[in-house]
């Protein structure tokens, strides 16, 4: 019952750091996979980020339905989370968002998001970008049914983080603290690469074995310097008093 | 009695956000028409929209001029306002603005302003730009008479937006929460599309049948993903507590 | 003597303005020509200007030197303000700042800072670029005294603003008020120059006919539109409650 | 002991202004060589600076170890400061951050980072970039321990700053005062360096001769400019109270 709670405050204040940090505006959610029953995910109804809180929890089952009942009005995109859950058992946490800075990656083709920054490194080496005009014609842009869900997440593959066309990015991780650094990082990530461009010159990505080495327990989510940050962020939104962390973070 | 107060209290909320967003400074206006009588409209006196309260709601003609009697300071260019109500029977609630990531466009025959990411959907497909110079020669720049504001409201025909050479955009959707979405994400759409130009490479914009697919009921200004950011911008501008959503939104 | 206590209050929420529309950091400083005596004027001891209060202003002559025997630090480049002075009867408010945006015009020579927004139109057709070192060799580039001082208004002329290589900007109104709203809208219409360069394609700025328009009695600084943005702005920074708008603004 | 306080405020008061001026967020750090044991530095143990108290203050040795038996955790980086410690007896001071603006600049080869306007002259003339991976190969990018610090520290040599690829920066200076002064126009002035690209056309850095006339004593913690940004900023990010001024600087 505890365990519930926490991650529903964890869930809350989660929201709140994206709203802050500009990740997500009125649009874009956040979601945990139920570490009971991983075929269920917990996320707000239809509630800006930044105004999100305990009550608004909702649990979801793989195929993007309210279970026990609840019958407030949903994300329309609620199955981008479901599909990512379903493809990707490795992943635990997932974030959908518009944040400005990445757009202009999903519409030019000239130059690949990549990580430049040790911040970004959590990026991956590789992100796709996926148009779901490719097989879905024109749209409102929306991924609003399991089936482009799907097709997202098979462009997702085992990658950390996928474009989508003139709309944003998803991103998933093993757990809640890491795809909000993720979130919050990638944005940064893209505007130091957009701004080397204008320097001009080549530039110097992170190789491979960077990325790895970066990837390591050290980087978990309970991690004195993981921690540190999600700290800092929950302080930053005033959610600083929220903050609890496990005395035994394996349990 | 009530609706009158609603959409007073309304048109507050829209001038406070449009600050807070940045959209308006102490310059830029917002306007709604008379439900009932659809030859006046609704819209300050000149008041800072970040300073403005119920009281300073002022009824105003097709003409530019204020009804009952009210003698307060016009905003000098409450004529845009007459002028496309007057050419757009479709048109219930419009914004004049001077955001700043608009204005290059405005200035620049490089690139044509048009919709890149899915907020910007509702820029419509063509974004025309009007130079008061053509007609008027050497002006101050502003709207200042029912001649100039017949010209610009004949350069925005049927679309949802027009830039203003040197000056700004006029925005014109069917309801006031629509025109209030479309001046925040107008900016935002523009700045992605300059972004995009340093990376290089093709541009992908919106297809015609991609906003067409936007522009349905879905969005409609009491549709619950509009609701959302309604209210998200409400709660950021500390107008929180004055929203209401009506019971029957077709009333 | 009201008229010197209000005169005080002013330049006190014209600090205050500058600072929170971040035209100035703790460098940076604005001034007034005393209307009684011309050969003196007012400006803060050496004080950032965020935090200037009325206690803080010091009358100064135009050799930049405190008179009624005040001997707190005085701001290092008050030279500044007199050479304007003493060159230009018909000024009588002056800003010397390092607005960020501006920065740039200073050091590049590939395009020259003119105004190509309507807001813009204050700063002149012409911005000259004043290089310390032309004259002095190597500095450490703040004007010191009234040598340098003479200098840089003639390099200023009758133009409205001056650029200062690798340093900042000078900015002469013929009131408090328009000086405020001058420096205010110089660096926003700088950016939005430098983003249209992006854009690329010609790129057309306010006619000199336009500029002449707007530089009309309407702007005068208790004009119904500029008296709006500078409550706006003061109630922006804090200072709503110190504005007084006078009741016969010719006295 | 009163010193000792001293030191240890100012210490907080510095990392709340790299916090607030956003040159660190959650990571990054501010370091003060003790002035009675010049083998010895305090910085705070594994805080997010926008955090840090005096409590938080730990003394560290130039091993990067800390000092009487503390067992908190350390940031862990700290090896980048006692690297540099060792290595500069002229430094009393140290920062490493990530400030975005200034990211660029370590991984593009076009532009390299220079002063170009008078508050950047504290860059001094020369600026090297340090890339980990040139004697480390493949690493998390971070400086873990004394060999990878004291690698960093030949390559700062004599400077005020270096870049590290892909990560951030590291500043040295004489006093706390001004490595905070030093990290928070750095990367304005890589700001002004990068929009200078845009405009075009040739662009002048400070000359040798002027980075030298500002690195005069008029500048030192103490003098009436440099003080007036320490109590500045210390005002924007809430710690006024905390600052004093030492009657005799030279104590």
């Known amino acids: ?3 519930y709670n926490r991650l529903r405050t964890d869930l809350v204040i989660a929201n709140r750091i994206l709203a802050f940090e500009e990740v997500v505006d009125a649009y874009g959610h956040v979601s945990i996979r139920n570490p009971v029953n991983p075929n269920h995910f917990y996320m707000s ?4 980020p930044g105004m999100v809180t305990q009550e608004d929890i909702v649990e979801h089952d793989l195929e993007g339905r309210a279970v026990d009942g609840d019958t407030r009005p949903l994300y329309l995109e609620r199955f981008i989370h479901a599909g990512v859950y379903a493809a990707r058992p490795d992943v635990n946490s997932v974030v959908h968002a518009h944040a400005e ?11 690949p998001l990549r990580p430049v920054i040790h911040s970004g490194s959590f990026i991956g080496p590789h992100v796709p970008v996926w148009n779901i005009a490719d097989r879905f014609g024109d749209t409102n842009l929306l ?3 399991m089936d482009q869900a799907r097709d997202l997440a098979a462009a997702l593959a085992d990658n950390n983080v996928a474009l989508m066309r003139g709309h944003g990015f998803v991103a998933a991780a093993r757990s809640l603290i890491e795809v909000v650094r993720l979130s919050v990082y990638l944005p940064r990530n893209a505007r130091v ?7 001009g010159g080549e530039i110097t990505s992170l190789s491979e ?11 978990g989510p309970y991690s004195t310097a993981t921690w540190r940050t999600w700290e800092h962020w929950a302080n930053r939104c005033g959610c600083g008093h929220m903050v609890t962390r496990p005395e035994n973070p394996g349990e």
């Open 1 to 3: 019952m505890r365990e």
């Open 45 to 48: 109804h239809s509630v800006a």
């Open 101 to 111: 800075a990445i757009l202009p990656y999903g519409i030019a083709t000239g130059t």
């Open 143 to 145: 991924v609003t049914n």
């Open 193 to 199: 690469l957009t701004t080397a461009l204008t320097l």
């Open 209 to 219: 074995g960077e990325i790895n080495q970066r990837n390591q327990e050290a980087y």
